[in-house]
T-cell receptor
Framework: NAGVTQTPKFQVLKTGQSMTLQCAQDMNHNSMYWYRQDPGMGLRLIYYSASEGTTDKGEVPNGYNVSRLNKREFSLRLESAAPSQTSVYFC????????????FGDGTRLSIL | AQSVTQLDSHVSVSEGTPVLLRCNYSSSYSPSLFWYVQHPNKGLQLLLKYTSAATLVKGINGFEAEFKKSETSFHLTKPSAHMSDAAEYFCVVYSPGAGNMLTFGGGTRLMVKP
């Protein structure tokens, strides 16, 4: 019963490096989301995908890109990492009804030096 | 527009005593409201949800919350705290017209003393 799986769990990057965070869900959900979590700020939405083939910006999209590869997978890419992107990143998925709860992965802890 | 305010960033209780985590929201529409719990180094787990049915909502692990429209509040309570309740709790609001976006409160860290 995997739910939402994120890889990697931890990563340390140098400023200017790029990387892709992976997310996959096995619940046949239409919608997927990427959040970042910073102390005292709750979760802030970076990008979301309401369905396969569509993506939209959230509250804090600058410095990130996303790809909805298929219904299961939604990746987040940092093209040129900056120290301000040090955070914990969460992927979530949601079924068909938009007022239903989202299901979260365990997060990727990313440090940028 | 929608917003969520969790009134306490930290709450400390003794084991066996009641828990109260406070949440106020604002929304231009009839909202759905959620409480999530996050244990260290874990993702968010749904505790309970309100989606316009009964105003008193029961969740997992003995938690419950009451939706009070007149007070725009959705406070989380538990009659008797357990050590395993120590975690961070997030109040979350969803409104139609806000896309598919949830708005998260800043979180309340619950500490339980033996």
């Amino acid at each position: 019963n995997a739910g939402v799986t994120q890889t990697p769990k931890f990563q340390v990057l140098k400023t200017g490096q790029s990387m892709t965070l992976q997310c996959a869900q096995d619940m046949n959900h239409n919608s997927m989301y990427w959040y970042r979590q910073d102390p005292g700020m709750g979760l802030r939405l970076i990008y979301y995908s309401a369905s396969e083939g569509t993506t939209d910006k959230g509250e804090v999209p600058n410095g990130y890109n996303v790809s909805r590869l298929n219904k299961r997978e939604f990746s987040l890419r940092l093209e040129s990492a900056a120290p301000s992107q040090t955070s914990v990143y969460f992927c979530a998925s949601q079924g068909a009804m938009s007022n239903q709860p989202q299901h979260f992965g365990d997060g990727t802890r990313l440090s940028i030096l | 527009a929608q917003s969520v305010t969790q009134l306490d960033s930290h709450v400390s209780v003794s084991e066996g005593t009641p828990v109260l985590l406070r949440c106020n929201y604002s929304s231009s529409y009839s909202p759905s409201l959620f409480w999530y719990v996050q244990h260290p180094n874990k993702g968010l787990q749904l505790l309970l949800k309100y989606t316009s049915a009964a105003t008193l909502v029961k969740g997992i692990n003995g938690f419950e919350a009451e939706f009070k429209k007149s007070e725009t509040s959705f406070h989380l309570t538990k009659p008797s705290a357990h050590m395993s309740d120590a975690a961070e709790y997030f109040c979350v609001v969803y409104s139609p017209g806000a896309g598919n976006m949830l708005t998260f409160g800043g979180g309340t860290r619950l500490m339980v003393k033996p």
